[in-house]
């Protein structure tokens, strides 16, 4: 990462999750730390709505564990997902309404060697980051850094615009690991990435 690359602004991350997703598409999430900085290109995420979308934390209202999803936008929603593993999500929407975006997939592109030592039983390259548990163990997110300010680098942690564009063509299908709302096409990926977490049947694949 260098000087030159700039952390999206709040008016990005406020809103809709749906339009928000797609865009974050070649951005990078970056953690800083002494020893040395880990960072990821974005290949894969899903929207998660509010109210209107049962399968999202939202879904029933502001809880203990969900209150940072209900805002403000451009901050980073980590939760525990089956008493195992930690998943990050950004938080997005305008004022007064809740949802994220689940960050699925990263290609590693600094700290590599870091955030492979920190995935020991990732077999092979692609396997390092390719899942939203595996990139919050590779970057080292926990609940800690739940809340962080993605758009000030609160808690060293921020997604940059490095200047790559999002796909002209991504690749659009169900949301994964759900049991409700599975009809929503809210899962956007790099089709061409060998980094994503679950490349779907060819004649499953629809297009943005």
Not at 51 to 59: G, K, L, N
Not at 159 to 165: A, H, I, M, N
Not at 177 to 193: E, K, L, Q, T, Y
Request: include cysteine; hydrophobic fraction near 45%.
């Amino acid at each position: 990462m260098n000087a030159a690359d700039a952390a999206l602004p709040r008016s990005f991350f406020e809103r809709d999750a749906l339009a928000v997703a797609p865009e974050l598409l070649g951005k990078v999430l970056v953690r800083r730390a002494p020893e040395g900085t880990r960072a990821g290109r974005i290949v894969e995420v899903e929207a998660y709505r509010g109210e209107d979308d049962p399968a999202s934390h939202a879904f029933r209202g502001p809880t203990p564990r969900t209150r940072t999803m209900f805002g403000p936008a451009g901050h980073l929603y980590v939760y525990f997902s089956y008493g195992m593993h930690w998943c990050a999500n950004v938080v997005c929407a305008p004022p007064g309404q809740a949802a994220a975006v689940l960050i699925r997939a990263l290609e590693p592109i600094e700290g590599v060697e870091a955030m492979t030592a920190a995935r020991p039983g990732a077999r092979r390259p692609v396997d390092v980051a390719n899942g939203p548990a595996k990139l919050c163990e590779a970057l080292g997110i926990t609940g800690v850094d739940d809340g962080a300010d993605l758009v000030v680098g609160d808690r060293a942690i921020q997604v940059l615009d490095d200047g790559t564009p999002a796909p002209d063509a991504p690749g659009v299908g169900p949301r994964v690991g759900i049991s409700v709302a599975v009809d929503h096409p809210w899962r956007w990926f790099d089709a061409g990435s060998p980094f994503v977490s679950r490349a779907p049947a060819r004649s499953a694949v629809t297009r943005a």
